[in-house]
């Protein structure tokens, strides 16, 4: 049963940190490429960083180069995202993403809210 499991979000005030995990379990990680993404209230999904099945290539949005990093743990099925510097305008449901060839599996997501 494939499985991806996020975790990590909640509420940090501006200017804040934080690291969201996403466990994957049931198809084989490492040959898959695997990329955040999120979703505002009563907006679109969108991509936000993206990471190479071997962890040796990265790209992210715009809007979040320079504050987030994506990195994964091949041998941890995990993949990661650091957010830091966070902004009112980051706050989304975050996704994690598994993608190969036509096959794309997701998480549930976790809730990232951005609030003083």
């Known amino acids: 049963q494939v499985q991806l499991v996020e975790s990590g979000g909640g509420l940090v005030q501006p200017g804040g940190s934080l690291r969201l995990s996403c466990a994957a379990s049931?198809?084989?990680?490492?040959?898959?490429?695997m990329r955040w993404y999120r979703q505002p209230p009563g907006k679109e999904r969108k991509l936000v960083a993206d990471?190479?099945?071997?962890?040796?290539?990265?790209s992210y949005a715009d809007s979040v180069k320079g504050r987030f990093t994506i990195s994964r743990d091949n041998f941890k099925k995990t993949v990661y995202l650091q957010m830091n510097t966070l902004k009112p305008d980051d706050t989304a449901l975050y996704y994690c993403?598994?993608?190969?060839?036509?096959?794309?599996?997701w998480g549930q997501g976790t809730q990232v809210t951005v609030s003083s």
């Open positions: 993403n598994a993608y190969f060839d036509t096959t794309n599996y």
């Open positions: 049931g198809f084989p990680f490492s040959v898959y490429g």
């Open positions: 990471i190479s099945r071997a962890g040796d290539s990265t």
